[in-house]
């Protein structure tokens, strides 16, 4: 999987309009789109899928969040998917994103960040395969 990487624009990102945008912005800097859904995650599914940060005080808040809107989840492809991802959308608090990045051009604060991206290939997969089958997939 070291093509492909998992993103979601987050609730605050479509709650405000950017959906488009950040799409777009994704298409311009080189991705292909593999998968694509438009969801709205219960507490329960938001909370398994951030079970890593369990421990974390910022959980509930986070959980809460993700289920607070639908959100847009999709597998990405290009060469070096996961790191360049990260490039693009930028540090997890906005306020220290690089300029032109989609978290410095879309998010509000470090909690309400705008996007996800994996942060390895093993999460790349584990992410991907939470949300999409097989025949979600071309
Ligand atoms: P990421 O890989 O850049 O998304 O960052 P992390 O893996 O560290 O955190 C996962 C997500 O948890 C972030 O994207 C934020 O939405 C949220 N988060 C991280 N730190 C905080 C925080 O201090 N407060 C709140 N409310 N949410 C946070």
């Not at 060469?79 to 300029?99: C, L, M």
Request: charged content about 20%; aromatic content about 10%.
């Amino acid at each position: 999987m070291s093509n492909m990487t998992f993103t979601m624009i987050k609730p605050d990102a479509t709650a405000k309009g950017h959906t488009g945008n950040i799409l777009q912005h994704i298409l311009d800097s080189g991705f292909k789109i593999k998968a694509m859904k438009w969801v709205h995650l219960t507490a329960q599914q938001a909370g398994l899928f951030y079970e890593v940060h369990k421990e974390r005080p910022f959980y509930g808040e986070l959980v809460s969040f993700m289920s607070s809107g639908p959100i847009v989840a999709a597998i990405l492809e290009k060469d070096n998917a996961v790191s360049d991802f990260r490039a693009v959308i930028g540090a997890t608090n906005p306020a220290q994103a690089a300029e032109g990045t989609i978290r410095k051009l879309y998010a509000a604060s470090i909690g309400e960040n705008a996007i996800h991206g994996s942060d390895s290939n093993e999460n790349a997969k584990i992410e991907s395969d939470f949300f999409f089958s097989a025949f979600e997939r071309f």
